[in-house]
């Protein structure tokens, strides 16, 4: 056997270096005495292999390591210090990688192995994603982590510009450690075995447009593919009624890339892609996220139902079971209640019932379509929020030269508030009058007023409305008219 | 000299002009609706549409060879299969659309309303020659396999495959009644759906 050369040490964790050296002549394998020692105070460690490597203890500062191969009559002698020993972090493995294909992202999960290091470091990951049969990188991302002596899962998203469907994705990633008190030099340890995965394109059968159906928000750039058979030639893709270029991304995978997308009519915008015998596609649903609901106001009109009412805001062009939906969730009492809203008119409602013995009431109105969502909120004292319905049945019930008696009707219940009505008196030669009169409320009750100081043989016109009288919110619309003469002056 | 019509070559002769004139209607209508669906659905009118699962096609070899009962055996099958179908693009128009489009709704509506009576027109003349009724009990109990669950694009086309078939059946119809109504030398001895000449 020859001497003993190139000895290099390198070191994965920190604690322990793994040196090998190379024998200047062919030869077998044959028995090394391999000995080391730090200094010159502590005895000398000793041991045979067979091996051209050896794991030792990465020593303070230097350390004197001797190789005597057999058949060699002296020992070679090496001095290595710790700035000739390399540190190169083990390689990292994927734990798991997890699509999701709505919305295309991938979940990576690794080990930061931070059990092997003495004591914490930061720690440098790097991720690639690769793309295509040609395994095109089209993503590099640098991570950061600590580690802390104890082995952590790192995990990690990446949303691609692409339907996951489309082709197959590929990750794999390696590790630098920034270990400043380590003098040596430092490398990137090698990259983890690849992770994929497949696209619907390595799949029998897998053909069709994807994303398929989805709903995206105006502005948005898109990447739409069509996967189809080998043997199946792509004629053109088209995103409604434009063909875009489209980029082979496989055999059997093209895509094309649609950027600031418009909003959709409400059937949708058609992705086609037509191949030779066969029509493929899909249908995606451009629109917005809900605005903030304005002017959020809610009253009643009779104790038994609270009417919130809204302006929506901008439309959100989605329609169907993609529509902008509302619930009103009430936060003291927890109760929520969903709101039928019809899409295409302007004006949204919600009933909420008028819950026993509580007054205020504290709304918030959630809205959400699949773009979004957005929420208004408001604190009410619903007894200062009342517009009665319009008064029915005003009659006259009795009547002189110089007044007339009215009665009248309210459906719902106001025994908590107290009534403010006020009646107009019209009539031919003489000004429009308001006449107020204030009751305590009842509940589905008829209410009446006596109109004095009236002028004889006159023929009146007279109708009423109501509100809160102590907090005045809004007046009821006004009842129909009645139209009565007073009698001669005796 | 020509037999006098009997009572019930009478009532066959109009129900089958009547119903030649609701096949007729019922075929403009599908042509409207046609057109408004292409363009609702932002579909490529010449689009080659393959021939959609469920769909009875209106093109019949030896059309000519046909009897009567197998013509009205035949109309009946497809405009039931027409009403489900038909009924199931209601129903997919509505998840999809909601309010929106309220024209295409209702003018599906009125379609399926005239493809049910044109059936319900055909059972009547099955009736008049005392031919039993294909039972839609059986149908309704068991009712067709649920159809697979479609991508919005494939909804799309097979409605685009739906109404152009059925605009085939309704000049299918209309031949097969003129067919019917014509009377066979048959007829003149014994009333009733005898062998087409």
Known sequence: ?490 | MAAADSPSAALRRDLCSRGIRLAGKMRADVVDLLDAYVEQQGLDASASVAAVEGVPLAAVERWDEQTGTQRLLENLAAYRAFRALLAQMLEEQREQLGEAEAGLGRALAALLLQVSAFAYHLEELLRLENRGIPGEEEEEEDGPPPPPRLSLFEQKLRGLGVLRELAQWAVRSVRDLRQLAKPSPATAAAPGLAESP
């Open chain 1, 1 to 490: 056997l020859g001497d003993p050369q190139n000895l290099k040490c390198v070191t994965h964790n920190l604690h322990k270096m793994l040196c090998t050296w190379d024998i200047s002549s062919r030869g077998g394998r044959g028995q090394t005495d391999f000995c080391y020692t730090t200094n010159d105070l502590t005895p000398q460690v000793c041991f045979k292999t067979k091996e051209r490597r050896v794991e030792i203890p990465i020593p303070e500062s230097s350390i004197t390591v001797t190789i005597k191969s057999s058949g060699t009559a002296f020992a070679t002698k090496f001095v290595i210090r710790q700035k000739d020993i390399s540190f190169v972090p083990v390689t990292p493995h994927i734990l798991s990688l997890t699509p999701d294909f709505p919305t295309s992202t991938l979940n990576l999960k690794w080990s930061d192995n931070g059990s092997v290091f003495p004591y914490g470091l930061d720690a440098l990951w790097q991720i690639q994603i690769l793309r295509k049969e040609a395994m095109e990188v089209v993503a590099q991302v640098t991570y950061n982590s600590k580690l802390t002596q104890e082995d952590v899962i790192l995990s990690w998203n990446w949303t691609s510009d692409m339907p996951l469907e489309c082709t197959s994705h590929y990750v794999k990633i390696r590790c630098y450690i920034n270990a400043t008190q380590f003098v040596g030099p430092k490398d990137w340890s090698d990259w983890s075995p690849v992770e994929v995965i497949p696209g619907k394109d390595t799949e029998p059968g897998g053909s069709g447009v994807f994303p398929l159906d989805p709903v995206v928000a105006v502005g948005s750039d898109l990447t739409f593919c069509c996967v189809h058979e080998e043997d199946q030639r792509i004629m053109n893709m088209t995103y409604g009624s434009k063909s875009y270029t489209m980029m082979q991304l496989s055999s059997r995978s093209h895509a094309i890339r649609v950027l600031n997308a418009s909003v959709s009519n409400s059937s949708g915008t058609n992705v086609v892609c037509r191949l030779e015998n066969e029509l493929e596609g899909s249908v995606v649903f451009v629109g917005y996220a809900p605005d903030i609901p304005q002017n959020l106001s809610c009253e009643t009109s009779n104790f038994l139902m609270i009417k919130c009412t809204w302006k929506p805001g901008r439309p959100s062009g989605l329609y169907g079971e993609r529509r902008t939906k509302y619930r009103l969730f009430e936060r003291t009492s927890g109760k929520n209640v969903s709101c039928e809203v019809n899409e295409v008119n302007k004006d949204h409602a919600c009933g909420f019932p008028v819950l026993p013995d509580q007054k205020t009431y504290d709304f918030i109105l959630g809205v959400s379509n699949p773009i979004g969502q957005a929420q208004s909120s408001l604190l009410v004292d619903i007894t200062q929020r009342v517009r009665p319905k319009t008064p029915e049945k005003l009659t006259v019930t009795g009547n002189n030269s110089t007044s007339i008696q009215l009665r009248w009707f309210i459906n719902g219940s106001f025994v908590e508030i107290r009534l403010l009505c006020q009646i107009e008196i019209s009539s031919s030669h003489s000004e429009r009058k308001l006449h107020n009169v204030s009751m305590p409320g009842r509940k589905s009750s008829t209410y009446t007023a006596q109109l004095n100081a009236l002028h004889p043989d006159t023929k009146y016109q007279l109708r009423v409305r109501c509100s809160a009288a102590d907090h005045f919110w809004r007046w009821s619309d006004w009842s129909r008219g009645v139209e009565q003469t007073t009698s001669e002056a005796p």
